[in-house]
């Protein structure tokens, strides 16, 4: 069974640096497409970004391109998101999930989030 755990969110200024990180145990990692989605509140969670199990970026969310990129180290099972001139709308909790398939299941795991407040 999978289990990730996300970390690294916190409070920080407009402008501000995150990196997020998602630890991922059980299965093969190496194998897995993985990705992040947020969720702000009263909104839907929406997927921010892609990557493939050899290190492909195949999705960014146009309202953070040029600002996050998500990268994963195989040999430590972890996926990171690095996130620059970060903005108020980016506050959301932040989720990262993985899947053995080319496209996200109902039945692939979440992680329990790690929450981004963005604020002055």
């Known amino acids: 069974q999978v289990q990730l755990v996300e970390s690294g969110g916190g409070l920080v200024q407009p402008g501000g640096s995150l990196r997020l990180s998602c630890t991922v145990s059980?299965?093969?990692?190496?194998?897995?497409?993985a990705g992040w989605f947020r969720q702000a509140p009263g909104k839907e969670r929406e997927l921010v970004s892609t990557?493939?199990?050899?290190?492909?970026?195949?999705y960014t969310l146009d309202s953070v391109k040029g600002r996050f990129t998500i990268s994963r180290d195989n040999a430590k099972n972890t996926v990171y998101l690095l996130m620059n001139s970060l903005k108020p709308e980016d506050t959301a909790v932040y989720y990262c999930?993985?899947?053995?398939?080319?496209?996200?299941?109902?039945?692939?795991?979440w992680g329990q989030g790690t929450q981004v407040t963005v604020s002055s």
């Open positions: 999930r993985t899947t053995s398939s080319l496209v996200f299941r109902p039945n692939d795991a």
């Open positions: 059980g299965g093969s990692f190496e194998t897995y497409n």
């Open positions: 990557i493939t199990s050899s290190g492909d970026i195949t």
